[in-house]
C-alpha cells in the first residue's frame, strides 16, 4: 500500500514537475516577450536594452562597470535607463541631480526595494507586511552613535587586546600570511565579539571559525542571492544559510555573555513581534550581521593593501598616531597600553584620509530606489520621466573617478581629504560646491548608519598594527577589482596578496 502510495505521489509529482516546468516556461517567455518589447516613451530617458533578453546589459555591466557607465555616459548623457536582469533601471550620473532621491522621497521608495532584497537575501519575509516592526527596528539604529558607540568602541578595543596579546604579540619572527584572509579573520572577530558577545558553554574560537567560514560562502552568493535565481540552483547555499540562522537564533543567542546594546534592543523589538523559538529572528540577525562586516572587510583590506604599497603614506600615518600616542602620554611598546577615545581617533586626519581614499577607489555602493508611481523628475538639465515599478539609481563611482573633481582620480593619494591640516570636505564640479563628494556609505535618510562604527574599527586597527607591527608586502603584483558585487557596495580585490608582520624589536 505504501509502495503504491509512494507510486502515486511519485507519478504526480513527475506530472506536477512537467506542467510546472511548462507554466514557468510559458510565463518566461511571456515576460522576455514583455521585457523586449518595451519602448522609450516621451519625455523618458534614452532606454539601453543590451542583446540578452531579460538579463539586458548585465554581462557589459559585470566585465567594467565603471567603463560600461562611462561610455553609455558618453553615448546617451548623464541619465538613461537600462534593462539589468528583468529589472529596468534609471541611472542618474550628474553628482548635482543626487538630490531629487532625497527630494522625492515619498514617491522614490527605500523600503520597497530593501525589503525585497532583504527577503531573498536573509529569507526574511516579515518586513514587508508587518511596518511597525521595521520602524521600530530602524529606530534601534541610534545605538550606533553618540554614548552607545562610545561603549562599542570601549568593547571592541578590549576584543582587539584579547586578539593582539593573545595570538599575535607571540610573533617574534615574521609571520607571512594572505591579506585579505587576515583582514576578514580579524573583521568578523572583532565585530562578531564587539555586538553579540562571546559563547560560553562552547570553545568560542570553533565557534567564531566555523561561523565565519560559514558566512564568507555565504557572502560570495549574495549577488546571486538577491538576483532572480532560486536558491535551490545555488549548490549547498541553502543549507549554509539554514546553519547560519540557526546559529543566530534566540535560543543559541540567549548562551552568548556581553550582548551589546543595540543587539538587546534588536531582540527586544524581534520577540515582541515573534515568538521566541520563530528561526526568523536569526534571519534578521544574518541581515544584520551582514551589513556589519560584508563591506567593513574589503574596506580593511584596501586600507591596508594601499599602505602597504605606498611607503610615504605609512610613514605619514605612522608619523601622526606616534604624534598622537605622545601627546596624549601613552608609549608604545611593551605590553598593550593603547587607549584612545572616539575624539582622539576622530583627530587622525591623515588616517581617515587613508580609509577614505582607498573607499573612494573601492566603494561601487549605488543608492536605488523603487519607483511608487509615475513621476516627472525636474532636473537643471530638464524634466524627465521615470515609469512605477522601475528602479532609480544614483552611481556614485562615476564621480569618484571623475578628474574634475579628483585631480588624477585613479592615482592613490593619501592625503586627497587633507587640507591645510584639517579635514578637506570641499570638491568641485563645473565650478560648483558638491554636496556629496564621497558616498561609500549611500546618502539622504537610509545613510548608513554602521558608518561611524566602520570607520572607527578601521581606524583602532591600524592604529594597533602600525604601532605594534613591522609590516611588509610580499606579492609585487598590482591587485585589481573583482565586480563579482557589481553595485553593492564596497567590491573584493580579484586575487589574494601575501604580506608580513612581526612585533617590532
Ligand atoms: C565600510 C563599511 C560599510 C559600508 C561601505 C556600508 C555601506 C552601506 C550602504 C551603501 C548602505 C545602504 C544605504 C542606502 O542605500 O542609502 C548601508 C546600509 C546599512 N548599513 Fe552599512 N556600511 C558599512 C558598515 C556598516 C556597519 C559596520 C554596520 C553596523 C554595525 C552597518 C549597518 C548598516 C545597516 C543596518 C544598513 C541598513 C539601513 C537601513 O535599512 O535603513 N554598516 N551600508
Redesign the pocket.
Known sequence: MAAVSAAIGRFSLEQFGLWSLALAAALLLLALCLLRGRTRRPGEPPLIKGWLPYFGVVLELRKDPLRFMKTLQKQHGDTFTVLLGGKYITFILDPFQYQLVIKNQKQLS?RVF?DELVGKAFSISQLQKNHDMNDEL?LC?QF?QGKSLDILLESMMQNLKQVFESQLLKTTSWDTVQLYTFCSSIIFDI?FTT?YGKFLVCDNNKFINELRDDFLKFDDNFTYLVSDIPIELLGNIKSIRKKIIKCLSSENLAKMQGWSE?LQRRQDVLEKYYVHEDLEIGAHHLG?LW???A??IP?MFWAMYYLLWHPEAMAAVRDEIDRLLQSTGQKKGSGFPIYLTREQLDSLICLESTIFEA?RLS?Y?T??RFVEEDLTLSAETGDFCVRKGDLLAVFPPIFHGDPEIFEAPEEFRYDRFVEDGKKKTTFFKRGKKLKCYLM?????T??????F???M??KQLLVILLTYFDLEIIDDKPIGIDYRRMLF??QYPDSDVLFRYKVKS
Open positions: 527605500f530593501s530602524h539604529y550606533l565585530t555586538i543595540i544584520f551589513a556589519s562586516v563591506n567593513t574596506a573607499l566603494s555602493s543608492t536605488i561609500p556609505f549611500g546618502t539622504g537610509t545613510k548608513c548608519p554602521g558608518r562604527f566602520a570607520i574599527e578601521i557596495g564596497i
